[in-house]
């Protein structure tokens, strides 16, 4: 089982419409995820980082994690051409006490937003 | 400010050649990271250094050596690459919180590497 998954795409919506992304995580002492936007031949941008269950909303951004479900999502309301890109969920676990968190990601969900 | 400058953006180099890849940070983050992608994969971790000593080696080729000369800067030197090395080089940065969490790395416009 891969460290973090995400939900397999591509996904495409058409202009204004939610887009709903999703990721799993396999280790159960994970403290820290994040949202990560890659335009094609760019580096990851960060979007959203989220640390605590529940709802973190952030413009048109909405992250939300579950812990004991071992799952963290993004929504994207009105989404816009602009927003095309490949989205990478990453998760960090500070296991140890050591001073460092090994950030894992997932393989990426690639968007489209079509006009 | 939140950049990560990384230099040079591209790079050509022959199998027998050494280069050096370099990263600079002005947050005072004290975890700095160095990744490796090829097309259409998420980015594959080679090394972290932690307070400007390296605490994670991901079994990278002794091929690829990095180096912190200081708490802003990273440096991978690169030496008898293969052309299967050649993949976007990622360099990143993380504060890490009084509650032992790591708050969010931020990457570098990455150094276009093609072996030949």
């Known amino acids: 089982q891969k460290e973090v998954e995400q939900n397999s795409g591509p996904l495409s919506v058409p202009e204004g419409a939610i887009a709903s992304l999703n990721c799993t995580y396999s280790d159960r002492v994970s403290q820290s995820f994040f949202w990560y936007r890659q335009y094609s031949g760019k580096s990851p941008e960060l979007i959203m980082s989220i640390y605590s269950n529940g709802d973190k909303e952030d413009g048109r951004f909405t992250a939300q994690l579950n812990k004991a479900s071992q799952y963290v999502s993004l929504l994207i309301r009105d989404s816009q051409p602009s927003d095309s890109a490949t989205y990478l969920c990453?998760?960090?676990?500070?296991?140890?006490?050591?001073?460092?968190?090994?950030?894992?990601f997932g393989q990426g969900t690639i968007l489209t937003v079509h006009p | 400010d939140t950049e990560v400058t990384q230099t040079p953006k591209h790079l050509v180099m022959g199998m027998t050649n050494k280069k050096s890849l370099k990263c600079e940070q002005h947050m005072g983050h004290r975890a700095m990271y160095w990744y490796k992608q090829k097309a259409k994969k998420p980015p594959e971790l080679m090394f972290v250094y932690s307070y400007e000593k390296l605490s994670i080696n991901e079994s990278v080729p002794s091929r690829f050596s990095p180096e912190c000369p200081n708490s802003s800067l990273l440096n991978l030197h690169l030496h008898a690459l293969q052309p299967e090395d050649s993949a976007l080089y990622l360099c990143?940065?993380?504060?890490?919180?009084?509650?032992?969490?790591?708050?969010?790395?931020?990457f570098g416009q990455g150094t276009r590497l093609t072996v030949v």
């Open positions: 990143a940065s993380s504060h890490r919180t009084s509650e032992l969490r790591n708050t969010e790395a931020f």
């Open positions: 990453a998760v960090t676990s500070n296991a140890g006490g050591t001073s460092y968190g090994k950030l894992t």
